[in-house]
């Protein structure tokens, strides 16, 4: 099982940047790719953007392409999702899930809440 903890959620104001952290433990030798889902207030959860492990290829959903960025630093365990540009329909819990394969997720985090003011 990987343990995955998120940070740097929010309030900020439209147009702002935030950046969120997720920090990856016990079996990290397992995962194949992290992504960034979010659940915005009466929503389902959707997904955001993913990266693969080891090879770093993104892949995004068409309504975050051009202002959010996904990364990650191998030797600290830790993806990121640099977000600017920020609109209110940003606000969401923003979590953070990890995958052994290509088809599915196994662990998720506990979620980070951002908000964005008009």
């Known amino acids: 099982q990987v343990q995955l903890v998120e940070s740097g959620g929010g309030l900020v104001q439209a147009g702002d940047s935030l950046r969120l952290s997720c920090a990856a433990s016990?079996?990290?030798?397992?995962?194949?790719?992290m992504g960034w889902f979010r659940r915005a207030p009466g929503q389902e959860r959707e997904f955001v953007a993913f990266?693969?492990?080891?090879?770093?290829?993104?892949y995004y959903a068409d309504s975050v392409k051009g202002r959010l960025t996904i990364s990650r630093d191998n030797a600290k365990n830790t993806v990121y999702l640099q977000m600017n540009s920020l609109k209110p329909e940003d606000t969401a819990v923003y979590y953070c899930?990890?995958?052994?394969?290509?088809?599915?997720?196994?662990?998720w985090g506990q979620g980070t809440q951002v908000t964005v003011s008009s």
């Open positions: 899930a990890s995958g052994q394969s290509a088809t599915s997720w196994q662990d």
């Open positions: 016990g079996r990290t030798f397992s995962i194949y790719r």
């Open positions: 990266i693969t492990w080891r090879g770093g290829r993104t």
